[in-house]
């Protein structure tokens, strides 16, 4: 999937089982790749994938940590608001520099299947999160913030009325919301690798993703 004229993310490089060590993830991998550009490629990779995308020129940038469980501890509501008609520019600005790409179309997903919390400061949106169905859960993500407690206070807005129900987050390593999401019941159950191939700017705003696939 393209983000602007620079950044692709690739995801869903499936091999059935039976048909591995014949190089058709290298195909698939190749296929998708323009090798005669600048374009960046970035992807969330397993553990028996990143040998190959290591030979394809891709390196870690990152690391998600991945958190799941049920929602037993609710905080007291924090400085963070629904989201407003008014905020959707904003919105794109934010999730478009922390991912390095133009991600209108995400944003605008998210509005019509998400429902979203944002941080504002004089009007100005300063970050915001999105929770929507997953599985038998919820997922929430992406949060996009330069605030550590901007974060919690965006995930504790969002988790109001959900104590009790399975919840997930797939939060960057460097974001440091582990300890704190596993105060409200969450466990890691998964730490991927970020990768990429060519240079596009990955953010530290982007605490958590919108998920492992699209990032």
């Not at 400085?79 to 995400?106: I, M, P, T, W």
């Not at 965006?154 to 300890?179: M, W, Y």
Request: aromatic residues 6%; hydrophobic residues 45%; glycine residues 8%.
């Amino acid at each position: 999937m393209d983000f602007g004229p620079n950044l692709s993310a690739l995801n869903m490089i499936i091999v059935s089982e039976n048909m591995r060590s014949q190089g058709l993830g290298r195909s698939l991998m190749l296929s998708l790749m323009q090798s005669d550009s600048d374009r960046a490629y970035r992807l969330i990779a397993t553990r028996k994938g990143r040998p190959l995308y290591e030979k394809l020129g891709f390196e870690e940038v990152d690391q998600l940590v991945t958190v799941r469980g049920l929602l037993e501890y609710v905080p007291l509501p924090s400085k963070a608001h629904n989201f407003e008609n008014c905020d959707r520019n904003g919105l794109v600005q934010l999730e478009s520099a922390s991912f390095g790409g133009y991600r209108a179309a995400v944003v605008d997903w998210l509005l019509a299947n998400a429902k979203l919390a944002v941080v504002r400061d004089q009007g100005v949106v300063q970050g915001f999160a999105a929770r929507r169905l997953f599985g038998q859960g919820y997922v929430i993500g992406p949060v996009v913030t330069g605030n550590p407690d901007h974060a919690k206070a965006l995930i504790t807005h969002l988790v109001q009325d959900i104590k009790g129900d399975l919840v997930r987050l797939d939060v960057t390593n460097a974001s440091e919301l582990t300890p704190w999401l596993q105060t409200l019941g969450l466990s890691i159950v998964d730490a991927p690798p970020v990768m990429q191939r060519g240079v596009a700017h990955l953010s530290a705003n982007r605490k958590a993703v919108f998920n492992q696939a699209l990032g």
